[in-house]
Each structure stands twice: as C-alpha cells, then as structure tokens.
C-alpha cells in the first residue's frame, strides 16, 4: 500500500473532531517503549509529554466506527466503546460504568 501522499486523517464520528493523525496502531515507531492496549490513532507530539506522542482516539469494539478518546466520545472498559454503543447495551457493562454515564448525562442536562 502506498500511503504517502495521502493526507491521513482522524475523524470522530460524536464530536466531529478531526486530526491529522502519524499512527495507527499499537506500537508507535516514534515512541518504542510503548505498547499500546488497543490501535490507537496517534499524533506525534514531542512537546506534550514524555511520551513525546498524544493518542486521540481509536475505533469502537462494537460498531468500529472511529472516536476520540475523550470521555464525552467513549470509554475504555477493556475494549474501547462509544458511548452510543454503551448506551444501547447499558445492562451489560457493571455498575460503575452505569453510574458513570449517569453522571455524564447529569451534567450534561444541567449545561
Ligand atoms: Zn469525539
Ligand atoms: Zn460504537
């Protein structure tokens, strides 16, 4: 595959946020003591930590479409969901989870 000049680009399909992103994947070339949990976009950032990388987001387990890491986006409970996935299949993430997204909404609301 020839990628080079294709201007590679992270969209998130809740908030509309979009990217450029240097990576995807699990292992970062650029940052070679990390292994990642999940593919991860990444952005190359050497001024934003030591990590010298910042992970926007990644695809949802469930309906694979691409969201950021932002918890408004989706959450990270083994696997990456999106928060539309979690809602729909609420009863099945524990109670924590629930209660966090009850949270969410709360506050949400109440902007
Ligand atoms: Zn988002
Ligand atoms: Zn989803």
Do not use: W
Not at 13 to 40: H, M, N, R, V, W
Not at 88 to 97: A, C, L, Q
């Amino acid at each position: 595959m020839e990628e080079k000049d294709v201007v590679k680009e992270f969209l998130c399909y809740k908030c509309q946020l979009k990217i450029k992103y240097d990576y995807f994947g699990t292992k970062p070339p650029f940052a070679k003591s990390i292994i990642l949990l999940e593919d991860t976009y990444i952005m190359k950032d050497p001024f934003s930590s030591e990590m010298g990388m910042i992970s926007l987001g990644s695809h949802c387990s469930l309906c694979r479409k691409s969201v950021c890491s932002s918890g408004d986006c989706s959450i990270f409970y083994t696997k990456r969901f999106c928060l539309s996935c979690v809602q729909d299949k609420i009863e099945e993430f524990p109670v924590e989870i629930q209660q966090e997204l009850k949270n969410k909404a709360l506050r949400q609301t109440s902007r």
